[in-house]
Nanobody, 113 residues
Framework: QVQLVESGGGLVQPGGSLRLSCAAP????????MNWYRQAPDKEREFVAG?????TYADSMKGRFTISRDNANNTVYLQMNSLKPEDTAVYYC?????????WGQGTQVTVSS
C-alpha cells in the first residue's frame, strides 16, 4: 500500500506561481516513477509531469512547470510558474508500484483574477 498526500494548492492570479508537494511517507520514491496529473472540470485527467531518472513534461507545461523530488524526505514537488486560467484543475500525484497505480486525494489549483 502506498500513501500519497498532496498539498500546496490554492488561489493564485494569472502569471503567479505555486509549488505543490506530494508526500509519500514510508515509500522510497527514488525507486519508482512519480508523476503529476491534473483534472479540470468536465475534462479528462491529463498527464502533467513525471520523474524517474529524468523528467518529462506535457507540451503545454514545458518551460513553466518543474518537477523535482527530495529523496531524503520522500517528497515530490511541482513548481508551477506563469500560471494561466486554463491551469485551473485538481492536481494529483501518482505512482506505479508492483503493477498498481496509486493516487493521492488531489489538491485544487485555481488561477483567477
Amino acid at each position: 500500500q502506498v500513501q500519497l498526500v498532496e498539498s500546496g494548492g490554492g488561489l493564485v492570479q494569472p502569471g503567479g506561481s505555486l509549488r505543490l508537494s506530494c508526500a509519500a511517507p514510508g515509500f522510497t520514491i527514488s525507486w519508482y516513477p512519480m508523476n503529476w496529473y491534473r483534472q479540470a472540470p468536465d475534462k479528462e485527467r491529463e498527464f502533467v509531469a513525471g520523474i524517474t531518472s529524468g523528467t518529462t513534461y506535457a507540451d503545454s507545461m514545458k518551460g513553466r512547470f518543474t518537477i523535482s523530488r527530495d529523496n531524503a524526505n520522500n517528497t515530490v514537488y511541482l513548481q508551477m510558474n506563469s500560471l494561466k486560467p486554463e491551469d485551473t484543475a485538481v492536481y494529483y500525484c501518482n505512482t506505479l508500484y508492483r503493477g498498481l497505480r496509486y493516487w493521492g486525494q488531489g489538491t485544487q489549483v485555481t488561477v483567477s483574477s
